[in-house]
């Protein structure tokens, strides 16, 4: 099984870089044949996806592709110390979401086929 780890650096809502990530992910993620192993790692300002009650124009678009991602078992981690400079580490995050080390991303990182960013 080929194992894919995705690294989203890009704030939500600020450019379609994150809406690509999660487009992306959730594709794969659904996958019947061949599914690879699916990881995401959110880092800088992607790290706000990660709070829950967030809704655009069209539902609940971006937390619901994260919902998605985890009701199909990828693991979702956000960089502690992003989470940590902005003030979100302590905050109740989406069912699901985690935060996660430098150290956690690295081992991700060695153990990935691939590695796509955003």
């Known amino acids: 099984m080929q194992k894919i780890l995705f690294i989203v650096h890009a704030a939500p809502y600020g450019s379609e870089r994150c809406l690509s990530a999660l487009r992306l992910a959730t594709t794969l993620a659904g996958q019947d044949m061949e599914r690879p192993e699916i990881r995401l790692f959110l880092m800088s300002d992607a790290v706000v996806v990660g709070l829950p009650n967030q809704v655009d124009g069209n539902g609940n678009g971006l937390q619901g592709m994260l919902e998605l991602l985890v009701k199909e078992g990828v693991p979702i981690k956000l960089c502690r110390t992003c989470a940590m400079a902005r003030g979100l580490a302590d905050l109740a ?9 430098l150290p956690e991303l690295a081992e991700w990182t060695l153990a990935a086929d691939k590695v796509i960013t955003f």
Not at 93 to 101: A, K, R
Request: charged content about 0%; proline content about 11%; glycine content about 22%.
């Open 93 to 101: 995050l989406l069912p699901g979401v985690t935060i996660g080390t």
